[in-house]
């Protein structure tokens, strides 16, 4: 990796990295940028779609896998893979924010993680009013190490 302007950290997933494919030859990801990974899009006549599901980590899995769900019941959701905690990407959070009447964060942390810092960004720029929002952690508790799965 090339980045001689701050810290940077090296992240493995101790599962498998899902929704990656490797390339060939390594590229370089922008610093702050997510991806939508499948887009619902906006109802008929421009209306905000459904459920957004911004998923931060290996619970990739778990959005795609509830995205597979929630269409079954005639309620496809858009998924996004946020790639960054910090920065975040706000383009995607606002997009997200703005095209769906639901935007769910799933992450691996806890309280004030990242899907704090997402809500927090929804209050500041006013789009908290407009989108209910709910973000899926773990619970605030020690957990003891185990598979990803039992944990």
């Known amino acids: 990796a090339e980045f ?4 940077i950290a090296l992240r493995y997933p101790r599962g ?3 929704g990656l494919e ?5 590229q370089v990801l922008e610093i702050g940028k997510g991806r939508i990974i499948r887009e619902m899009g906006r109802q008929a006549g421009g209306e905000k779609g459904g459920i957004a599901i911004l998923s931060l980590g290996p619970r ?10 929630l269409t079954a019941q005639g309620l496809p959701p858009t998924v996004a893979d946020a ?8 383009a995607l959070v606002e997009n997200l924010a703005r095209n769906h009447a639901v935007l769910i ?3 691996e942390g806890s309280v004030g ?7 927090q960004h929804l209050a500041n720029t006013g789009l908290l009013d407009h ?4 973000p899926m952690t773990l619970p605030d508790i020690f957990i003891d190490h185990n598979t990803q799965d039992a944990q």
């Open 4 to 7: 001689d302007e701050g810290p």
């Open 16 to 18: 498998g990295g899902l």
């Open 22 to 26: 490797l390339p060939a030859e390594g």
């Open 60 to 69: 990739l899995k778990e959005a795609l896998k509830a995205a597979d769900l």
């Open 83 to 90: 790639r960054f905690a910090k920065p975040i990407d706000t």
């Open 105 to 107: 964060t799933l992450e």
């Open 113 to 119: 993680g990242f899907g704090a810092q997402v809500g």
């Open 131 to 134: 989108v209910r929002f709910r």
